[in-house]
């Protein structure tokens, strides 16, 4: 899922709400310059960008188990399948945990709008606070693990009346990448055929370098219904200086590499909605393109856009970078998968995202 989602899956409540004295502490993007602005000249970038027709594009929208109804009610006009976050694999790569009432709650809630469901099995590790090596290498390495844990992932989605299930299996080495094919086929064939698999693929511009990274594509997009490219965190706070978080250049390039091997037609293109701060001193942080709004507010500041990247940019008084993905970003990646005649996109995550409608 990401760098970002990283944080998202260790503590969403961060995520949605920075505590106030660390919102004071942050910081904005490489290279721009802040201009006083009145306060009003900040809230109206949020709404700019005229509304995109998605009738031909697929709209996946990624949750946790904290997502509101009421983001359900806002975006469903717009959304085709609601992705949740997930059932996690177990250490010794054997088992994956169960669902939890939460999982349940935003399933049922996304079905009764018409939605579609898929539910997420993933390798992060809450003691480790990041995707588990060792424990996919466990699992993919093993034939009869890969076997068993299939059977176990198709059972929790059918038993729980999932739609179809996303697999997001992530620090993949590059030897387990046949397993990583075996194991999308396993899920796919334990499934009832009326049932969708999807699988989540970290950004590349280079066959080699998805192949470095765990991915044969051409046997994930035949084994997927979907493949979804993880578009996002090309910079970011822990891992690079203040840049964009998915340069549409760079975006362009991810796709034409995935596009060798998969058919576009089978492609999503990962779309961030969320920003990062890059403080002067000290380690930035996530936060919700709402909340970087308010940051240049309150600062005083006006945001930037960048048309190369389709997105904001600020820098705070006390030289805090911040970047971020808002609505106006998502309306041109629409566009932008539509030129490219891709299935759709993914946005991670509803909850953080600014209203896709």
Same mark, same amino acid.
């Given at each position: 899922?990401?760098r970002s989602r990283r944080a998202a899956y260790r503590?969403?409540?961060?995520?949605?709400?920075?505590?106030?004295?660390?919102?004071?502490?942050?910081?904005?993007?490489?290279?721009?310059? $802040?201009?006083?602005?009145?306060?009003?000249?900040? $809230?109206?970038?949020?709404?700019?960008?005229?509304?995109?027709?998605?009738?031909?594009?697929?709209?996946?929208?990624?949750?946790?188990?904290s997502l509101r109804n009421g983001t359900l009610d806002?975006?469903?006009?717009?959304?085709?399948?609601?992705?949740?976050?997930?059932?996690?694999?177990?250490?010794?790569?054997? *088992?994956?945990? @169960?669902?939890? +009432?939460?999982?349940?709650?935003?399933?049922?809630?996304?079905? &009764?709008?018409?939605?579609?469901?898929?539910?997420?099995?993933?390798?992060?590790?809450?003691?480790?606070?990041?995707?588990?090596?060792?424990?996919?290498?466990?699992?993919?390495?093993? @034939?009869? /693990?890969?076997?068993?844990?299939?059977?176990?992932?198709?059972?929790?989605?059918?038993?729980?009346?999932?739609?179809?299930?996303?697999?997001?299996?992530?620090?993949?080495?590059?030897?387990?990448?046949?397993?990583?094919?075996?194991?999308?086929?396993?899920?796919?064939? $334990?499934?009832?055929?009326?049932?969708?698999? !999807?699988?989540?693929?970290?950004?590349?511009? !280079?066959? =080699?370098?998805?192949?470095?990274?765990?991915?044969?594509?051409?046997?994930?997009?035949?084994?997927?219904?979907?493949?979804?490219?993880?578009?996002?965190?090309? /910079?970011?706070?822990?891992? *690079?200086?203040?840049? +964009?978080?998915?340069?549409?250049?760079?975006?362009?390039?991810?796709?034409? &590499?995935?596009?060798? /091997?998969?058919? @576009?037609? =089978?492609?999503?293109?990962?779309?961030?909605?969320?920003?990062?701060?890059?403080?002067?001193?000290?380690?930035?942080?996530?936060?919700?393109?709402?909340?970087?709004?308010?940051?240049?507010?309150?600062?005083?500041?006006? +945001?930037?856009? /960048? &048309?190369?990247?389709?997105?904001?940019?600020?820098?705070?008084?006390?030289?805090?970078?911040?970047?971020?993905?808002?609505?106006?970003?998502?309306?041109?990646?629409?566009?932008?998968?539509?030129?490219?005649?891709?299935?759709?996109?993914?946005?991670?995550?509803?909850?953080?995202?600014? @209203?896709?409608?």
């Amino acid at each position: 899922m990401g760098r970002s989602r990283r944080a998202a899956y260790r503590d969403p409540v961060r995520l949605l709400r920075p505590a106030a004295a660390a919102l004071l502490a942050l910081a904005t993007v490489a290279g721009t310059a $802040a201009t006083t602005a009145v306060p009003t000249a900040v $809230a109206a970038v949020a709404g700019s960008a005229a509304p995109v027709d998605t009738a031909d594009l697929a709209v996946t929208g990624f949750a946790l188990g904290s997502l509101r109804n009421g983001t359900l009610d806002r975006d469903a006009d717009v959304l085709d399948t609601v992705t949740v976050a997930g059932v996690g694999l177990r250490a010794a790569g054997d *088992s994956v945990a @169960p669902t939890t +009432p939460d999982m349940a709650r935003v399933r049922a809630a996304a079905e &009764a709008r018409g939605l579609a469901t898929e539910l997420v099995v993933s390798n992060y590790s809450n003691r480790l606070e990041d995707f588990d090596p060792r424990a996919v290498h466990r699992l993919l390495g093993d @034939p009869d /693990h890969v076997a068993a844990v299939a059977r176990q992932v198709a059972d929790r989605a059918t038993d729980g009346g999932w739609g179809g299930v996303n697999v997001d299996l992530e620090r993949v080495r590059a030897s387990d990448a046949a397993g990583l094919t075996d194991f999308v086929e396993a899920v796919d064939a $334990a499934l009832p055929q009326t049932s969708t698999v !999807s699988v989540d693929v970290s950004a590349a511009t !280079s066959t =080699r370098q998805y192949r470095q990274r765990g991915y044969h594509l051409g046997g994930l997009g035949r084994a997927a219904d979907v493949v979804v490219l993880m578009t996002y965190d090309l /910079h970011g706070p822990t891992w *690079s200086g203040a840049g +964009p978080i998915g340069d549409l250049r760079w975006q362009r390039r991810v796709v034409e &590499a995935a596009s060798e /091997h998969v058919d @576009p037609a =089978r492609l999503d293109l990962g779309v961030a909605g969320y920003g990062y701060t890059w403080p002067r001193r000290g380690t930035g942080r996530t936060l919700t393109p709402a909340g970087a709004r308010r940051l240049a507010e309150r600062d005083g500041v006006r +945001p930037r856009w /960048h &048309a190369d990247s389709a997105e904001w940019s600020v820098v705070l008084r006390d030289g805090t970078r911040i970047r971020w993905s808002d609505g106006r970003s998502y309306r041109t990646r629409v566009r932008l998968a539509d030129r490219l005649g891709l299935h759709g996109v993914a946005v991670w995550r509803l909850g953080s995202a600014d @209203p896709l409608v």
